[in-house]
């Protein structure tokens, strides 16, 4: 049997890891209950590896009420309690307090925009950029510094690289990862 080879960063042994660089990482997804998700994902992932948010997922999706929106704008003193003592999530005080917060903000560029997308798209032009090596770009400094100055925390300029990563919006299959393509 053919092994695949794919990215240096995807641990082989982790079947959650190997699933997600080959059926989710930099594929197109743009519906809006997954672009909440991985923000607030993402979000939680700064200073820890992708794995160990990937590895919780499963139990973010419960504590989160299924990463629903409207749901997590209401969480109040007695939730964020009951999130601080929840094991099996990442328990950073600051982060849940602004995933919170970061929630309710999307919302608002919902309201403004019509959709998370739209706002994205007057940054990304609609256009998937195909790139490898790099952390940062142009475009994920300017998300970043915009949802920062609209007051959203854990967004740097790295987060929202990864973001734009994990969505599609930027394609980084290193060369040799049997999904590597450049730009059609």
């Known amino acids: 049997m053919e092994i695949k ?3 240096s960063w995807c ?3 982790n079947e959650l890891y190997v699933n997600y660089h080959d059926t989710e990482w930099c594929v197109p997804n743009f519906n809006e209950q997954y672009l909440y998700e991985m923000l ?3 979000s939680f992932q700064a200073g820890l590896s992708w794995e160990c948010v990937l590895n919780k997922r499963a139990s973010f999706k419960t504590a989160y ?5 409207n749901k997590v704008v209401l969480y109040g003193e007695e939730k964020i309690s009951d999130l601080l003592i929840n094991k099996n999530i990442i328990r950073n005080k600051q982060k849940i307090i602004a995933s919170i917060n970061n929630s309710k903000i999307f919302l608002k560029i919902v309201k403004e925009y019509g959709s ?12 998937i950029i195909y790139e490898t090596g790099k952390t940062t770009n ?13 007051g959203m925390k854990f967004v740097g300029s790295t987060i929202i690289y ?9 394609y980084s299959h290193e060369e040799g990862c049997f999904l590597y393509k450049s730009k059609p």
Do not use: P
């Open 162 to 170: 990864s973001y734009l990563q994990a969505i599609g919006v930027i």
């Open 65 to 69: 009420d299924n990463f629903n929106v």
């Open 11 to 13: 641990k082989a042994n």
């Open 5 to 7: 080879k794919r990215c």
């Open 138 to 150: 142009a475009i994920s400094d300017a998300i970043s510094k915009d949802l920062q100055k609209r």
């Open 116 to 127: 998370f997308y739209n706002y994205l798209k007057t940054f990304t032009l609609d256009k």
């Open 40 to 42: 607030i994902l993402e």
